[in-house]
């Protein structure tokens, strides 16, 4: 059985930052690529950074220059450095990491459960 449990969103004002960080446990086997999607009320759920196991990351344009992913592969963690955030960046912030678990079977999609980010003065 595979976890991914997220912390550090919370209350922060224009122009503030956060770091979230997402931990990945269990059975794990290996971890392939690693990222952050956010859903706003009433708006789809959007990709908003992802890292390789190399480490090669995508940043949405929406985020570039302000967020940044990295992530620790001997903790099994991803994090997501927000900076200079903006009120539409208000949004529930979810983990998503492909894991193969251990023993034989496919690479799987897991989700953790989300943590709200809202960023408002």
């Known amino acids: 059985q595979v976890q991914l449990v997220e912390s550090g969103g919370g209350l922060v004002q224009p122009g503030g930052s956060l770091r979230l960080s997402c931990a990945a446990s269990?059975?794990?086997?290996?971890?392939?690529?690693m990222g952050w999607y956010r859903q706003a009320p009433g708006k789809q759920r959007e990709s908003v950074a992802t890292?390789?196991?190399?480490?090669?990351?995508y940043v949405a344009n929406s985020v570039k220059g302000r967020f940044s992913i990295s992530r620790d592969n001997a903790k099994n963690t991803v994090f997501l450095q927000m900076n200079n955030l903006k009120p539409e960046d208000t949004a529930i912030y979810y983990c998503?990491?492909?894991?193969?678990?251990?023993?034989?079977?496919?690479?799987?999609?897991?989700w953790g459960q989300g943590t709200q980010v809202t960023v408002s003065s």
């Open positions: 998503k990491a492909q894991i193969k678990g251990v023993g034989t079977g496919p690479v799987l999609p897991y």
């Open positions: 269990g059975s794990i086997f290996s971890i392939y690529t």
């Open positions: 890292i390789t196991h190399d480490g090669n990351t």
